[in-house]
T-cell receptor
């Protein structure tokens, strides 16, 4: 079955710098890759997603890139702000999986003032 | 729309007790899921349903049961609670297939088994 690995587990960056979180997946048939942000004590919320027919997607300060050959995808956050502090989860979904997501273990992003 | 509503938000159980976590959505979503999230970890799928009357096991179904008698409701039953079931439980839903990938989550139910 699908397996998703996420690195690093903790990332500390200076406010205003960029942050990059990477995920690798094992099943080449996976075709949908979302990123969720979870603030402390809250529910996960979708921040950006990408489908396998696209290599990159941007939404203001957030971007996701996908390398299907290497089976990895990354979240890029530019000009980080204190409100970006949270745990970020990547996930992968197989085309025939009844919309089941396989989740990474999460990255705790700390923005230092 | 209220979205996905979970009750209770917090519960403490004794070992061996049973309880039901309630989940309801008012968005007419077909697909519903139950996840558990252990401290500092990602989400693990317990059970899911693709429509009323249809349920299936996820990655970690042992110790749990579900039912889906209506489109709106997807309760999760814990039988004979064990300390290993201490976790935060999230219910989530998505619309019909092909309508988009975003999971709509409830606020979560924090369960402690002592």
């Amino acid at each position: 079955g699908e397996n998703v690995e996420q690195h690093p587990s903790t990332l500390s960056v200076q406010e205003g710098d960029s942050a990059v979180i990477k995920c690798t997946y094992s099943d080449s048939a996976s075709n949908y890759f979302p990123w969720y942000k979870q603030e402390l004590g809250k529910r996960p919320q979708l921040i950006i997603d990408i489908r396998s027919n696209v290599g990159e997607k941007k939404d203001q300060r957030i971007a996701v890139t996908l390398n299907k050959t290497a089976k990895h995808f990354s979240l890029h956050i530019t000009e980080t702000q204190p409100e970006d502090s949270a745990v970020y989860f990547c996930a992968a979904r197989h085309a025939q999986s009844n919309y089941q997501l396989i989740w990474g273990a999460g990255t705790k992003l700390i923005i230092k003032p | 729309n209220a979205g996905v509503t979970q009750t209770p938000k917090f519960r403490i159980l004794k070992i061996g007790q049973s309880m039901t976590l309630q989940c309801a959505q008012d968005m007419n979503h077909n697909y519903m899921y139950w996840y558990r999230q252990d401290p500092g970890m990602g989400l693990k799928l317990i059970y899911y349903s693709v429509g009323a009357g249809i349920t299936d096991k996820g990655e970690v179904p042992n110790g749990y049961n579900v039912s889906r008698s209506t489109t709106e409701d997807f309760p999760l039953r814990l039988e004979l609670a064990a300390p290993s079931q201490t976790s935060v439980y999230f219910c989530a839903s998505i619309p019909l297939a092909g309508a988009g990938g975003e999971l709509f989550f409830g606020e979560g139910s924090r369960l402690t088994v002592l």
